[in-house]
């Protein structure tokens, strides 16, 4: 096991939250967001319920000004695509349906 960059260490842990529903929703919507401590009970929750989680901080700078609530921006549309093709290619994998997991790419990396 590594030890972790202590510049990591310092640097207050953020997250967002996410969600979409294509029946009611016209875009995803932010559902929850927070900093520190906050930030840390959200991913724990998310983890828990076996929500996946993602990194990546150019996203996070871009939806962490949004209210909940709040549509994300347009220009965050092609990630948070590719983020919910993972997430629906996991939820099928988790029911048994292995072709969707074969159909595109292992991930929402480009």
């Not at 009970?41 to 150019?58: F, K, N, T, W, Y």
Request: hydrophobic share 35%; net charge neutral; proline share 6%.
């Amino acid at each position: 096991m590594s030890t972790p960059d202590r510049r990591d260490e310092d640097r207050p842990r953020r997250a967002v939250a996410l969600g979409y529903r294509r029946e009611r929703d016209d875009a995803p919507r932010v559902l929850a967001h927070g900093r520190g401590a906050a930030a840390a009970r959200l991913l724990d929750v998310a983890r828990s319920h076996g929500i996946p989680v993602q990194q990546d901080e150019d996203l996070l700078t871009c939806l962490e000004p949004l209210r909940v609530g709040d549509r994300i921006p347009a220009e965050s549309y092609e990630i948070v695509a590719r983020i919910l093709a993972f997430v629906y290619r996991l939820n099928a994998e988790l029911r048994g349906d292995r072709s969707a997991s074969s159909e595109s790419g292992s991930g929402p990396e480009a």
